[in-house]
Structure formats: C-alpha cells, structure tokens
C-alpha cells in the first residue's frame, strides 16, 4: 500500500506542477500578445505595421461572439532607450482607452498604472523590473526614446509611473507600455488608426476554433495569427514538457504494478495450503482466483486512497503557501506553480487502477497449477 501511494502521489504532484508551469508560462505570454491578433496582410515581421482603421464593422459582432472576453486596438513601435551610460533597444507598446489591464494588475511591483485619455495624450509609461535595473532608473523619473521615422532619429520623453515583473525575460526586456497617441504622432496616423487589434478569448482549448471565427469574420484583407503562430517556439518548449509527464506516469504505473504482482504472489504462496482446500472442497480455479484478485483490489484501493491524499494536501499545501521557490531568472516563476484538475485526477487513478488490476490476472492463473494434495501438505 505504502509502495502504490508513494507512485501515486508522485503521479499526482508531478502532473499538477507540469500543467500548472504549462499554464502560468502560457497565461504571461498571452498577456503581452493576447490570444488571437488581428492585422494588416502585408504587415511583415517587424514592429511597424500598415495603419489599420479602428472603426471597424467587425469589432461589435466580435464583441458580441459567445467565447469572446475582449477585443482590444494597440500600436508597436521598435525604438530605443538612451541614458547617461546605457542603450537598450525595445518595443513601444501603444494602448488604448479600452486596453485590459487586468494582467499587470498582479504584476505590478512599484509605481501605479496610468489610464489613457481620448482627448490628451499621456506621457506615462511602465517598464519592467529587469529593464529598470538594467537601465538604473525608478519611479518618477524621465525616460527617453529615439526612433527612426523616415530615416530620421525622433526622440520622445517619457515618465515612468509603474515598473512590472513577469518574469519573461525575452518580454520584459522587449515592451514599454505607453499612449498609443504618440505612436500615431510619430508615424503620422489619424486619431482612428492603429497597429491591429487583440482578441481574448475564454477558453485556450478553444483556440484554433475561435480564431477560424474571428478570421471568417474579419474579411480579406486583414490577416488573423494566434498566439501559437506568433510565438512557436515558446509554444513548441511548453508542448516538450508533456513528454516528461508521459515518462514519469508510465515509470510510476509501472512500478505500482509491479509492486502489485509481488504482493499477489505473496499471497497466493502464503495461502497454499487454504488454495488446496478450496479446490478439495470443489471449488474452482475461477473462484479462487476472484477471491485473491479481490483482495488486490482491496489493498490497490487502500494505496490509492492514501496517494490521493497525500498528493492533494502537497499540492494545496502549495498552492497556499508557496513552500517550494524557484529562482525566476531561470524558470519564469518564483515558486513552483500547482493546477490542481479532477479530471487529471480522475484519469490517474482510472489509469492506475486499470492498469494494474489487468496485469494482475496472469500472475493469478499461478492459482490453477495448484495441486490440491500437494497445497494441502505445502509447509
């Protein structure tokens, strides 16, 4: 009993802090290009886009979709950071009035977030922690950006009014989040143009669905990409992790099987002479065998009871307090992250039972080559 619960809280705590770690990489980097992005077919892979009009006759039926939390306008502008003693080229992220604050509001560490008028442009802007420190600035203080608009260096002054941590470096290194007028000033655009347009949706599992949705809707003309074809490569990494799941819950099921066929064959050898009794009195080998594989069963369920246990108060226990951290530099999380999910629960253990209960049946017809005269005289 002691083995199987062991394997299975293994099982449990190794698939809740994959998909948890799955989940919390995924969720940052939504955050910084949304699910689905809508834009100019002839944009290229740079950060300066065609203008795309914001009046579009799509946005309220996208609104509207059932499946659809927000759709958003941003603008991108590549440009650079000048100090006294440092330059760092980054990404001016230009927001919008209706822009969604809701995934920096947990990730801001200092400073506040600014709000974005329709009527005067603001000069604030957020930075994250890595590029503050790199830059050795802090709150409060002015930020200056260059840019190249036609062949020529423009420079623009900022404030910084908040510093956030994601701990994505590729991203936190890369977006300054700022008023996406300056962005239209600097390129020339009307009040109504912007880069494109970011979708939300409510459910990832929904992806390719929605954005099939979302590309019939949007027309000819502009040019749907998710968040997977955007950045493949981070999405690819996070799909290799699944492989270390599969090793871990076929080394377990496999060991809890194992075990399992021990213990039946410890049974059956210290049960002979009781075998051999059975079958004088005229009982039959399927009988027998349902007797032992019951008793299997039973301390199976017993093993299974306790690992479930165990592994759930681990991953509460997690979940609450945070005992197991991590250092962010190298795993984009503080602390291990937990996804507890009842169906993840429900599949390792129907699994587990499955599993082992089938391997079970062979080492059982051991019971079959028992001689009655022979079991009842065994010692």
Known sequence: MAGIALGLTVMIVAVAIVTGFQQQIRNKVIGFGAHIQIAYFDSNNSFEFKPVDCNQPFLHALQKTNGIRHVQAFGTKAGMIKTKDQIQGVVLKGIDSD????????????????????????????????LASLLNVHIGENLRMYFIVDNKARGRKFVISGIYDTGLAEFDLMYVYGDIGHIRKLNGWTKSQVSGFEVFINNFKQLDEMAA??????????????????????????????????????LMVLVAAITMISTLLILILERTQMIGTLKALGASDASVRKIFLYQAAFILGRGLLWGNIAGIALCLAQQQWGIMKLPQESYFVSVVPVNLSLIHLAIINTGTLIVCMMMLVLPSYVISRISPIKAIRFN
């Open 213 to 250: 949705k979302v590309n019939d809707a949007t027309g000819f003309d502009l040019k749907t990409q998710t968040i997977r074809e955007l950045y493949p490569q981070m999405f690819d990494w996070l799909d290799l992790q699944d492989m270390n799941v599969i090793i871990i819950l076929a």
């Open 99 to 130: 822009f969604d604050w809701s995934f920096f509001k947990d990730k801001l560490v200092e400073g506040s977030l600014f709000r974005v008028s329709d009527t005067k442009d603001n000069d604030s802007v957020i930075i994250s922690k890595s």
